[in-house]
């Protein structure tokens, strides 16, 4: 009884585990085509700057003296 119980629980265990790695490469993959598709899609305007190895879009627009920078803070890792 207690061989079927032990037997029973591993398989379980063995199911749960393939289902779960399943859906984590599926989620995956998902991810990696929405993110082609969207970079195709929605392609920023203005211009691609590599800096210190990093690459910043930066977009340049009006008329007049004045020049206004906005900057969010650069994250290092």
């Known amino acids: ?18 289902a779960l790695l399943l859906l ?8 990696q085509v929405s993110t082609r598709q969207d970079q195709k899609t929605f392609i920023p305007p203005g211009k691609l700057y590599s800096i210190h ?15 206004v920078v906005l900057a969010s803070p650069l994250i290092l890792m």
């Open 24 to 31: 984590l490469v599926t989620g995956f993959i998902y991810q």
């Open 53 to 67: 190895d990093e690459n910043m879009h930066l977009y340049t627009g009006g008329q007049g003296n004045a020049t």
């Open 1 to 18: 009884m207690m061989k079927k119980f032990r037997r029973r629980l591993f398989k379980t265990f063995i199911f749960g585990a393939v």
